[in-house]
């Protein structure tokens, strides 16, 4: 393999953002039908060298040769002539247009007088979204998907551009195993057909299922590359964190779940949500699982108060409630973790205000602010959540993405909610920090007698952290297991 | 600097527990990018001190200050409007009813649902002007929540309704007016009013004395309050804000409260500087408020900025109008310069942000 000359070489690419060096010298290169993976900690670089590798970030010097040439004045435009394509952690998508204006967003099929055929342009959207197996109305307008479709239509935008260098900024962080499979077989697809991939993830069971080579970085440096052979997750993960982790699911399993604390009886949100009963006891962890669009994000939508119940009657602590507006929820101790990042963070605030922001929206109008005591919580959880770099006054939109969830996760980790949803509470998260947001998790439900329910797609998550498990199909729970009965196979049967 | 800083990530991999903190580095660097409007008025007013030696005359720089007063106060609230990503473009009409109404009923009895009151005083008018802004203010926050109109039509919408109130309040003539047909009238503002337009304490315009206190509450409550925290949050993130528990409605009647009551604050200060109210006084302060807001650095889609920036905008824009005429610049001639430093200077200020992501 080495002997061919690669598709791309990046040569001592270097990139320094005020107070953060992100990239120091990285040499980097992939050859044609080669799935290279890039791993490392949040805020390790990938993101900020792909961006560079897609035009949308200058670098501070190095060089990019594609196919022997050297580019010099590196852009978007210029990249996408590379045939370079770039599925972006955070997406690209303008929320206001159709999928299939998205899709071709800038490009559409036009006539020869230069009018957009828009029966053609529906008509190629449907078909690249079937390519990638998926269902999605084509005239539905963005900003109306969830988070898995965002993504997949994402995709599916690139995709339609044919790229001959594809990049993927954990393109599986938001996507169910079904999903995830006709992914892997668009990406074995298109290496059978030469074109080089780039993929970036933070679940390593997925290194061995479609990668041939992985690079692993640090702290902005390259700390190595190996084949897949070689590469085994222990390994992985040792380059990666730079020691050995200790117990990945930290789980206090000698608690006895203790009162109910919330209460569902025949829950109704239509078309979403059929019919759903259940109950969440003090410190106990509801694991929900289902596929896409079964209605896991339906469910704690209308739990918090986003989406209108139809019919059905929520209890907590034995009192019927009414929850109309988040700002109740919260005032009745429920918390929500959204998937969406995008829609839980202020941008242009530092960390300590999008913390602390559940809290403060329960003061009253002219409620003082305690800053010190908002600066204390946000360190906290700076450490106990390695937020990095862990600069407090830093606006949020300079974090990198698993960053940035672990701030998502903070604000309600410090809300005093008494029932917490989190849906992906670990969607972007390294394998490191991810042993810190379980403990975190066990320690709220073991030692607080907080309930949790937790939504996720990955089932080892679900398996080693849940006392019980419910699973979704079609807005309504097709099966329950208690702890140690369920099996990766039995969920994925009763999910589908 | 950035060596210095890149020897530091180089210690390797972070213990978790102790993060390290570099919180106060750099900030030398982030006030000096930070401060880009203050540096052009300082640059603006070494210009005219060099071109005209009565710029910088005691007199003169009190009279800029007095003038500028009015301004800022306009400028405090709409900065609070901006922040939340609306805009108030009916601040200058707010100010005209609530003078003109306040005027009328401080310098004769009127009659309201038969209820006879007036001539009243300093104190009474005031009041009176401030629960007309509160009133205008309600009306705005609520067209804008309740009625879910824009805040850009909503607003536009009003300014006309409010002037055409106060033309009918004032039947088009200033106030006081010497062809008044009510009972009991008497030609002339309380004396407090006109002292506080155009008085000085200790040397110092009391309009300023006034405008920096006023600037001072809006910082405190914008930093120091949960208001001032949602309106950051609904100004930066809308869908972040809700999702959090923030009260949306509450958060966007609030501001415009907020630069409705300090336009009829404004407007009273005006009246006294004046010595009299009409109902189309204030007409380019819409504008002028909108623009010192921007020049000072406030992102016109909400979410960043701040009152400091509005006042160093508002007195840009003063210091400006001031000079072109020391400088004998005609008038039309002006308007062609205004406009045009403003847009220069929020170009330069896009361009410092991009080029230094702040
Ligand atoms: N625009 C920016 N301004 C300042 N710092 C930035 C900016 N973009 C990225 N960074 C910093 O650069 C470093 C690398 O970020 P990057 O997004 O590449 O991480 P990542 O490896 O993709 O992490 P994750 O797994 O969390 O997505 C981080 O410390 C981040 O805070
Ligand atoms: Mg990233």
């Known amino acids: 393999m080495e002997t061919r000359t690669p598709l791309l070489r990046m040569e001592r690419i270097d990139k320094s953002f005020p107070g953060v060096h992100a990239l120091d010298h990285v040499d980097f290169d992939l050859y044609e039908g080669e799935v290279h993976i890039l791993l490392g900690e949040n805020g390790a670089g990938k993101s900020t060298l792909m961006k560079i590798l897609s035009g949308s970030l200058p670098a501070d010097s190095g060089r990019i040769i594609i196919q022997g040439e050297e580019i010099r004045h590196h852009s978007p435009e210029r990249a996408s002539k590379l045939g370079i394509g770039m599925v972006y952690q955070e997406f690209s998508l303008v929320p206001s247009l159709t999928v299939a204006e998205n899709i071709f967003l800038g490009d559409p099929p036009r006539n020869r007088a ?33 988070v898995a479709e965002q993504q997949l239509t994402e995709i599916a935008r690139i995709l339609a551009k044919q790229p001959r260098i594809l990049l993927l900024d954990e393109p599986t962080s938001a996507l169910s195993d079904t999903e995830v499979d006709r992914l892997f077989e668009i990406i074995r697809r298109l290496q059978s057909r030469g074109v080089g991939i780039i993929y970036i993830s933070h679940r390593l069971d997925e290194v061995s299922r479609i990668g041939t080579r992985v690079t692993v970085m640090r702290d902005g440096r ?38 109910p604390l919330l209460r569902v009886e025949n829950l109704c949100a239509e078309p979403f949500l059929r019919n759903l009963s259940f109950e969440v006891r003090t410190g106990e962890i509801v694991g929900i699982f289902g596929l896409m669009g079964a209605g896991q994000a339906e469910l704690a939508q209308a739990l918090f108060g986003l989406l209108p119940v139809t019919a059905g009657q929520i209890y907590l602590n034995g009192q019927p409630v009414k929850i109309r507006r988040p700002t109740e929820a919260i005032q009745h101790g429920i918390g929500l973790l959204l998937r969406d990042r995008k829609a839980s963070l202020v941008p242009m605030q530092a960390l300590p205000a999008n913390i602390t922001l559940a809290n403060i929206s329960q ?38 993405g698993g960053n940035q969830q672990k701030v998502c996760l903070a604000r309600w980790l410090a809300s005093g909610a008494r029932v917490l949803i989190v849906d992906e509470p670990t969607r972007g998260i390294d394998v490191g920090a991810k042993a810190e947001v379980f403990a975190l998790l066990d320690q709220l439900a073991a030692q607080q007698g907080v309930g949790i329910i937790m939504i996720s797609s990955e089932m080892p998550e679900l398996l080693a952290m849940a006392d019980r498990i419910l699973v979704m199909r079609q807005g309504k729970f097709s099966a329950s297991y208690q702890r140690g009965e369920a099996t990766q196979e039995l969920l994925l049967r009763s999910a589908s | 600097m950035s060596q210095k800083l890149v020897q530091d990530q180089d210690l390797g991999v972070q213990v978790v527990g102790e993060p390290r903190f570099r919180r106060f580095r750099g900030s030398a660097r982030d006030l000096l990018i930070q401060s880009g409007p203050l540096i052009a008025l300082f640059l603006l007013a070494a210009y005219l001190a060099s071109a005209t030696p009565y710029f910088m005359t005691e007199s003169n720089l009190v009279n800029v200050a007095r003038r500028t007063s009015v301004l800022v106060i306009f400028a405090i609230g709409q900065t609070f409007v901006i922040l939340t990503g609306g805009i108030d473009l009916s601040v200058g009409a707010t100010a005209a009813l609530a003078a003109s109404i306040s005027a009328v009923t401080m310098t004769q009895q ?118 001032g925290r949602s309106i950051f949050a609904v100004g930066g993130n809308r869908e972040a804000a809700r999702v959090s528990g923030i009260k949306i409605d509450r958060t966007k009647i609030g501001v415009y409260v907020v630069s409705a009551l300090l336009a009829a604050l404004a407007g009273f200060v005006l009246t006294g500087r004046l010595n009299s109210a009409n109902a189309l006084m204030a007409g380019e302060e819409n504008l002028n408020s909108i623009a010192s807001v921007v020049i000072g650095g406030t992102n016109l889609f909400g979410g960043e900025g701040g009152v400091f920036g509005s006042i160093i905008g508002a007195l840009t824009i003063g210091v400006i109008g001031n000079g072109l005429n020391l400088l004998n610049v005609s008038d039309f001639y002006q308007r062609i310069i205004q406009g045009t430093i403003i847009v220069v200077v929020v170009i330069f200020d896009q361009w410092r942000r991009r080029r230094f992501g702040v």
């Open chain 1, 114 to 146: 230069g009018i957009v055929r828009w029966g053609e342009l529906y008509r190629r959207a449907r078909e690249s979204l079937a390519t990638l197996g998926v269902d999605i109305d084509p005239r539905a307008r963005v900003g109306n998907l969830s």
């Open chain 1, 363 to 400: 003061l009253s109008f002219m409620g003082p602010l305690n800053l010190r005591s908002e600066e204390r919580i946000a360190t906290r959880y700076v450490q106990e959540l390695t937020i990095r770099p862990p600069i407090l006054k830093r606006p949020v939109k300079f974090l990198s």
């Open chain 1, 222 to 259: 390259v700390i190595g590359t190996l084949p897949v052979e070689q590469a085994d997750i222990d390994t992985l993960i040792k380059m990666m964190v730079g020691r050995r982790l200790s117990e990945q699911y930290p789980k206090t399993l000698s608690v006895q779940a203790g009162q």
């Open chain 2, 110 to 227: 009127v009659n309201v649902l038969g209820i006879k009151f007036g001539p009243v005083g300093f104190v009474e008018g005031l009041a009176i002007a401030l629960v007309v802004g509160l009133g205008a203010g309600l009306l705005n926050g609520l067209l804008v929540t309740r009625g879910r109109i824009p805040d850009f039509i909503a607003t536009l919408g009003t300014l006309e309704v409010f002037r055409g109130a106060a033309l009918l309040v004032t039947g088009g003539l200033p106030v006081p007016s010497y062809y008044s047909k009510a009972e009991k009238a008497r030609n002339y503002l309380p004396k407090e009013v006109v002292s506080i337009g155009s008085g000085d304490w200790l040397g110092i315009p009391i309009a300023a004395v006034i405008a920096l206190s006023v600037t001072l509450l809006g910082w405190v409550i914008l930093r120091y309050t949960a208001f």
